[in-house]
């Protein structure tokens, strides 16, 4: 029988989505990570709280989130928004007026709610909408579904989104992060 694989506690963070993330926000020198609170984002949120190279904090909303960072990239700071597919919804305005005319390269992280199970019809509205709204403002998006492909996908977007001074969404499909899960 085959000896049992060990692992540090960090190498299994880095091989988590959320430690993805954390690690391609340091290599891209994103400092700036406000956020609207949701559960499927919360080892995130957590860890970077713990890491003193992040300025972490929790938005009354996601536009409030978006403003900061934009304010931060023209004082020279980049910056990323967590948030959940609902948030999105009140974006539309945020991101036509501010981040792409002002060529602000926001990055989104989006974790998707209204697919696969979801029980809220609203969620299930705003999931269904959002890459329309993504697409109509030429807006670039990816939707992560695999581990394997997660660090590539996050890496070339913040790179391209910093080039071209263009925003990005990054949606977390629950077939990546395991969804929000439901208690009975």
């Known amino acids: 029988m085959a000896a049992a694989k060990q692992t540090s506690p960090e190498a299994s963070h880095e091989q988590s989505w959320h430690g993805i993330v954390l690690q391609t926000l340091k290599r891209n020198e994103i400092r700036l990570v406000p956020y609207v609170p949701d559960r499927v984002l919360t080892t995130l949120i957590r860890n ?5 190279y992040f300025m972490t904090f ?3 909303r996601e536009e409030e989130a978006v403003g900061i960072v934009s304010g931060a990239w023209m004082g020279g700071m980049r910056g990323a928004v967590l948030m959940q597919t609902s948030g999105f919804a009140t974006l539309a305005n945020v991101l036509a007026s501010l981040a ?3 060529q602000i390269p926001l990055i989104l992280f989006v ?9 809220n019809y609203g969620q299930s509205l705003v999931c269904r909408t959002m890459r329309p709204v993504l697409d109509s403002l030429a807006m670039e998006h990816h939707t992560a579904t695999r581990l394997d492909e997660f660090e590539f996908i ?3 977007s913040i790179k391209q989104a910093v080039t071209t001074q263009a ?3 990054l949606i977390l499909s629950p077939l990546l992060t395991g969804g929000k899960v439901f208690d009975k």
Do not use: I, K
């Open 100 to 102: 792409m005319p002002y």
């Open 58 to 60: 929790p938005a009354a």
């Open 154 to 156: 996050v890496d070339r």
């Open 48 to 52: 970077l709280h713990a890491d003193p």
């Open 167 to 169: 925003p990005v969404a």
């Open 111 to 119: 974790s998707e709610r209204g697919t696969l199970g979801e029980f």
